[in-house]
């Protein structure tokens, strides 16, 4: 990126580039997939960011701000689910979905929106095996580990291709996704699960 500026004296100083806040959202679900504590640094302290942080300390996340760096302590999560005033804030509060389904292997999600807004999520989850149970507003969903599966994405889809690979990095043995999003913060949190142990 080039940035010119013109005037009459010259500029002198520092600027210091805060991270991706979608990265972040993605990487403070991920975080709860750990047993223990995640420190993630360059943390921009936006709204979408707090959100999620409220979210997650909802679900039993103890979250610390110190400057730039987030540390995560997901050792005591006990929520099963998002309510209805979670799950349409922000879209990465979607995220806790995969973490939550992975280490208690069920999740339920209130929704006062159009179930087919998550359709390509929905698809990809039963394609690995998870039973799906819509009932006014509220989905059910049931996990089994698998050893391989092949998930096709109906859409090129961040959330998907997040949600489906922090599930997988718990429950499955070896699992593909095609049609998956590559955008870098989609790369951040496949960093983080490969940190954490997966390949």
Same mark, same amino acid.
């Given at each position: ?78 929520g ?8 349409d804030?922000?879209?990465?509060t ?7 389904? %992975?280490?208690?292997?069920?999740? $339920?999600?209130? +929704?006062?929106?159009?179930? @087919?807004?998550?359709? =390509?999520? #929905?698809? /990809?989850?039963r ?15 049931? %996990?089994?580990?698998?050893?391989? $599966?092949?998930? +096709?994405?109906?859409?090129? @889809?961040?959330?998907? =291709?997040? #949600?489906? /690979? ?16 590559s ?17």
């Open positions: 990126m080039r940035i010119h500026l013109s005037g009459r004296q010259a500029l002198r100083g520092t600027y210091h580039v805060s991270g991706n806040s979608n990265a972040a959202l993605a990487l403070v679900a991920a975080s709860m997939l750990a047993d223990s504590t995640v420190t993630l640094t360059n943390v921009p302290d936006t709204m979408a960011v707090a959100r999620m942080l409220e979210v997650g300390t909802a679900l039993g996340m103890v979250a610390r701000r110190e400057g730039d760096r987030l540390l995560l302590d997901s050792g005591p999560v006990d099963r689910g998002l309510e209805r005033e979670y799950s804030t922000v879209t990465g979607l995220l806790f979905v995969g973490p939550i389904l %992975a280490r208690r292997r069920h999740v $339920r999600i209130a +929704i006062d929106y159009a179930v @087919s807004r998550l359709n =390509t999520h #929905l698809t /990809a989850l394609d690995l095996g998870v039973q799906v149970t819509i009932s006014n507003g509220v989905i059910d969903l049931e %996990a089994t580990p698998w050893d391989e $599966r092949e998930v +096709i994405l109906t859409q090129t @889809s961040v959330t998907a =291709t997040t #949600l489906i /690979a922090m599930l997988a990095a718990l429950l499955g043995k070896r699992t593909t996704i095609v049609n998956a999003a955008e870098p913060h989609v790369v951040d949190v496949l960093n983080l699960l490969a940190a954490m142990g997966a390949h």
